[in-house]
């Protein structure tokens, strides 16, 4: 069982930046891959980026693209998410989460092959 707890989220203007941090406890942080997500309100949960557990890969959202950037420490057991050039668009709660297949999968933003999930923080961007 692998506990995720979020946090780094808060108030920015539009072309601020903010770094979420997820902290892992349980299980064996260096063998799963980490996604970040996000949901607006009434919205479906969105894919924004995967980095595998060795971060040799990283996979991005076009809507995120050259402005995020996924990165994990595995002595850490912490996985980032660099958000720079906000956009109100952005505005969401962001969760992260954690799959055990670590390396590829070609489904990569599909929640539900992500096990286990963190209880997200909220970011808001304002105009």
């Known amino acids: 069982q692998v506990h995720l707890v979020e946090s780094g989220g808060g108030l920015v203007q539009a072309g601020g930046s903010l770094r979420l941090s997820c902290a892992a406890s349980?299980?064996?942080?260096?063998?799963?891959?980490m996604g970040w997500f996000r949901q607006a309100p009434g919205r479906q949960r969105d894919f924004v980026a995967r980095i595998s557990s060795l971060s040799r890969t990283t996979y991005y959202s076009d809507s995120v693209k050259g402005r995020f950037t996924i990165s994990r420490d595995n002595t850490k057991n912490t996985v980032y998410l660099q958000m720079n050039s906000l956009k109100p668009e952005d505005t969401a709660v962001y969760y992260c989460a954690a799959d055990p297949n670590g390396y590829y999968r070609s489904d990569y933003p599909t929640p539900t092959n992500y096990n286990y999930w963190g209880q997200g923080t909220q970011v808001t961007v304002s105009s």
């Open positions: 349980g299980g064996t942080f260096s063998t799963y891959a």
